[in-house]
C-alpha cells in the first residue's frame, strides 16, 4: 500500500502484490461512508418528525426528486472513477489530473443547470410524486426542494471529490469528509429545526435554563423543515469546499491545474459515453423503484409497510456488496489501464468470493432472526401481518442475496473497464424485464399478494446474476479506455 507520493496520498497501490488487503482497505471506507449517509438521513427524520406528521411526509416527497437528481449527478461522476483509475494504472498521472479538472468542471455544469431547473420545477415535481397542492406537506416539500436544488453544487462538489479519490485509489479521505459532514449536521439540525423552543437537546445536557434566555433574548423558534435543509446543504458544503481544497493543492496525489478546468470536446465526450449509461441507469431504476411501489400498494398498507421495513433492512444487508463492487470498479480499472487482464479478472473473483462468504453469515443470522429484527420497526394494531410479510421476505428472499452479491461485483468489474453501457443494460434488466413484470403477473394475475413480489424479486435476482454471469464469461468487457495514452510524469505539489 503506498502512503506517499506526495507526502499525504492516501492511495492504495493495487497493480502489484496481493489483492486481498488492497480490496479491504479500498471496501471498508467505503461501507462506513454508506452507514453514515444513513445517519444522515435518520438526523434529518428523527428531528423533523418533532414537528409533526406533515413534516415527516414532506421529507418522503422531496427525497423522491433529491434521489434521481443525486442519482444522475453521481452516475456521471462514475466516468471520474473509470478514467483515473485506468490513467493511473497506465501510468497517465498527469492526464489523470487532467480528467480530474474536466469532471469538475463538466458535473458542476450539469449540477447547476439541474439546480436552476429543479428550482423552478419543484411544485411540478412534488405534485408529479403524489403530494396533494395546498397541503402543508406540500409546502414544506417545495421549500425543502428548492434549498437542495440551491445547493446542489455543493452537493454535486462532493459526489466528485469522492469518485475522483476512488479512481485514484484513495477510499479514506472521502470517509473523513463524510465523517465532518455528518457530525455538523448532526450537531447543528436540532437548532436550525427547532430553535430555542421545546428543543430536547437542551434537555438531554441539562441546559433548559440556557434554552430559556435563548428564547428570551432572539425569539428564534428554528426553520421547520427548511432549517433541515439548510442543514444539509451547509454541512456538504464544508466538506465539499475542503474536498476541493484537498483536491487543487495536490495533496490527495491528484492535482488539476486552472486550465484543466477548460472543457475539451475529446475528455467530455468520454465522460459523457461513461457516465451518460450509469446516470440513464440509476435513472431508470429509481423509477422502477416508484413503480415497483405502486404496484406493492394493491396489496394493501400492510404491504407497503413491510416493504418500506425489508428495504431499510436490505440497505444495510447490501452495504458489504456495495462497497466491494465500488473498490472492484477501482482495482479493475487500474490493473486495465497497467494491461493486466488476469489481474484485473482475478480481482473480480476474489471479490465475488469475499461477498458471498459474508453474505452467507449474514443470510443464516437473519433466518434465525427474521420476525424480532422486523417487529423493531413497527409496533400497533397491524404490527402481526407487517411483520409476518417481513420474515416471509427473509425466508423468501434471502437465498437470492448470494446471486445478488455477485451480480453486483460483477457490475462493478465491468463498469470499471469502462463498459457502462453493457453494465447499464444488465442493471436495467434486473429491474424491468424481470422483477417488475413477474410483480405485476404476481399481483394482478395470479392475485398472490405482496408473497408474490417477494418471489419476483427473488426470481430476478437469480436470473439476472446468471444472465450477467454469462455475459462476463464472454471478457469483451476487458479492454481499456486509455490504452491509446502514453504514460506521463508523476504530479506533486511542487508541480
Given amino acids: 500500500m503506498s502512503e506517499s507520493r506526495t507526502g499525504t496520498d492516501r492511495s492504495v497501490n493495487v497493480i502489484d502484490g496481493g489483492l486481498f488487503k488492497p480490496l479491504l482497505v479500498l471496501s471498508a471506507p467505503i461501507v462506513a461512508s454508506q452507514l453514515l449517509q444513513v445517519g444522515y438521513n435518520l438526523a434529518d427524520t428523527y428531528w423533523v418528525g418533532r414537528l409533526g406528521g406533515d413534516a415527516v411526509a414532506a421529507l418522503s416527497y422531496s427525497w423522491a426528486i433529491v434521489f434521481l437528481m443525486v442519482s444522475v449527478g453521481g452516475g456521471l461522476t462514475v466516468a471520474g472513477t473509470v478514467l483515473i483509475s485506468q490513467h493511473k494504472g497506465a501510468g497517465n498521472f498527469t492526464r489523470s489530473s487532467h480528467v ?26 412534488i405534485r408529479l410524486v ?8 406540500f409546502a414544506y416539500a417545495v421549500t425543502y426542494t428548492r434549498i437542495v436544488f440551491v445547493g446542489v453544487a455543493f452537493m454535486f462538489w462532493f459526489f466528485i471529490f469522492d469518485a475522483l479519490s ?72 464544508i466538506a465539499a469546499v475542503v474536498g476541493l481544497y484537498l483536491l487543487f493543492s495536490g ?17 467530455v465526450r468520454k465522460v459523457l459515453e461513461i457516465g ?42 447490501f452495504l458489504p456488496a456495495l462497497g466491494l463492487a465500488r473498490g472492484t470498479e477501482t482495482v479493475v480499472g487500474q490493473n486495465l489501464g497497467a494491461g493486466q487482464v488476469d489481474r484485473a479478472k482475478k480481482a473480480v473473483t476474489l471479490s465475488t468470493a469475499l461477498v458471498l462468504s459474508i453474505f452467507a453469515v449474514v443470510i443464516g443470522v437473519a433466518y434465525q432472526f427474521a420476525q424480532p429484527i422486523t417487529a423493531i420497526f413497527i409496533e400497533g394494531e397491524e404490527s402481526a401481518q407487517v411483520i409476518a410479510y417481513g420474515a416471509a421476505y427473509v425466508t423468501i428472499v434471502g437465498p437470492s442475496y448470494l446471486f445478488l452479491g455477485a451480480f453486483q461485483i460483477m457490475l462493478g468489474g465491468i463498469r470499471g473497464s469502462g463498459s457502462t453501457r453493457a453494465a447499464m443494460l444488465l442493471s ?24 408474490g413480489v417477494w418471489y419476483a424479486v427473488a426470481i430476478s435476482y437469480v436470473v439476472s446474476a446468471l444472465v450477467t454471469a454469462a455475459w462476463f464469461l464472454r471478457g469483451t468487457w476487458t479492454d481499456s479506455v486509455v490504452a491509446d495514452e502514453a504514460p506521463t510524469p508523476d504530479p506533486s505539489p511542487g508541480d
Fill in 100 to 125: 480530474a479538472g474536466q469532471t469538475l468542471s463538466f458535473v458542476t455544469i450539469v449540477g447547476v443547470a439541474f439546480g436552476a431547473l429543479g428550482y423552478l420545477l419543484s411544485p411540478w415535481l
Fill in 130 to 137: 403524489g403530494a396533494e397542492p395546498g397541503s402543508d406537506a
Fill in 166 to 237: 476512488r479512481g485514484w485509489g484513495d477510499t479514506r479521505t472521502p470517509l473523513y469528509l463524510m465523517v465532518i459532514s455528518v457530525a455538523i449536521n448532526v450537531v447543528i439540525d436540532p437548532f436550525l429545526i427547532l430553535g430555542f423552543a421545546d428543543n430536547p437537546m437542551f434537555a438531554w445536557v441539562g441546559l433548559t435554563g440556557l434554552e430559556a434566555t435563548l428564547y428570551e433574548a432572539t425569539g428564534f423558534e428554528g426553520y421547520g423543515v427548511a432549517g433541515a435543509a439548510v442543514a444539509t446543504v451547509f454541512s456538504r458544503g
Fill in 251 to 267: 495533496r490527495v496525489g491528484l492535482k488539476p491545474s486552472l486550465s484543466d478546468l477548460r472543457l475539451e470536446s475529446e475528455t
Fill in 276 to 317: 451518460g449509461p450509469i446516470a440513464t441507469e440509476q435513472g431508470f431504476r429509481a423509477f422502477g423503484i416508484t413503480v415497483l411501489t405502486a404496484l406493492i400498494a394493491i396489496a394493501g398498507t400492510e404491504a407497503v409497510a413491510a416493504y418500506g421495513i425489508v428495504n431499510r433492512l436490505s440497505s444495510l444487508m
Fill in 428 to 451: 436495467i434488466q434486473e429491474l424491468w424485464l424481470y422483477r417488475i413484470p413477474i410483480a405485476a403477473v404476481a399481483i394482478v394475475v395470479l392475485e398472490m399478494g405482496v408473497i
